[in-house]
T-cell receptor, first 113, second 112 residues
Framework: SQKIEQNSEALNIQEGKTATLTCNYTNYSPAYLQWYRQDPGRGPVFLLLIRENEKEKRKERLKVTFDTTLKQSLFHITASQPADSATYLCALDWNQAGTALIFGKGTTLSVSS | SQTIHQWPATLVQPVGSPLSLECTVEGTSNPNLYWYRQAAGRGLQLLFYSVGIGQISSEVPQNLSASRPQDRQFILSSKKLLLSDSGFYLC???????????FGPGTRLTVT
């Protein structure tokens, strides 16, 4: 069956370090993958989208990689700050029609000062 | 600019009671609309999506239903709530294909 996994429920790092979050999927051939940030009690907020023909995408301190052979995406936050503390979700377009996403359960990042 | 509204923000309902959650989008036309549920300790679960008025696709067969009576209005309903329906309900929209989704503020539903 189709599955998307974020293999760390929680990640604790020190301020200034690089946080690396992992998203793996099986039995999918997504056209793209997305990353969202969710703060407690709020709806997710879109961060980055990377397409299957792109290997890497950057936005300010954020970097996403997409390896369709490994079926994996890595999400990096460089020079992390306490304000980066949140839950980060990855999502794939799953029905090929491009009309719906499936989300991972998320990784909760805590950045301590 | 586009905005998405959901109401109510919080709701406490007894088991067996009906449910109606509303979502509206402003500043766009013909959006794709989505209902998700996020239960404690679980991921974001897609419940329904709609690509147009009266067009509803259900991803999870259960005691919930959705309707889209107007272009920018999406309603989630139930005739009889179960305890397992408790959760954080989120509405989202996209301008077309499932590119970046814009989420509403959510409704926290507690079924007692």
């Amino acid at each position: 069956s189709q599955k998307i996994e974020q293999n760390s429920e929680a990640l604790n790092i020190q301020e200034g370090k690089t946080a690396t979050l992992t998203c793996n999927y099986t039995n999918y051939s997504p056209a793209y993958l997305q990353w969202y940030r969710q703060d407690p009690g709020r709806g997710p907020v879109f961060l980055l989208l990377i397409r299957e023909n792109e290997k890497e995408k950057r936005k300010e301190r954020l970097k996403v990689t997409f390896d369709t052979t490994l079926k994996q995406s890595l999400f990096h936050i460089t020079a992390s700050q306490p304000a980066d503390s949140a839950t980060y979700l990855c999502a794939l377009d799953w029905n090929q029609a491009g009309t719906a996403l499936i989300f991972g359960k998320g990784t909760t990042l805590s950045v301590s000062s | 600019s586009q905005t998405i509204h959901q109401w109510p923000a919080t709701l406490v309902q007894p088991v067996g009671s009906p449910l109606s959650l509303e979502c509206t989008v402003e500043g766009t036309s013909n959006p794709n609309l989505y209902w998700y549920r996020q239960a404690a300790g679980r991921g974001l679960q897609l419940l329904f999506y709609s690509v147009g008025i009266g067009q509803i696709s259900s991803e999870v067969p259960q005691n919930l239903s959705a309707s889209r009576p107007q272009d920018r209005q999406f309603i989630l309903s139930s005739k009889k709530l179960l305890l397992s329906d408790s959760g954080f309900y989120l509405c989202a929209w996209t301008p077309g294909r499932a590119d970046e989704q814009y989420f509403g503020p959510g409704t926290r539903l507690t079924v007692t």
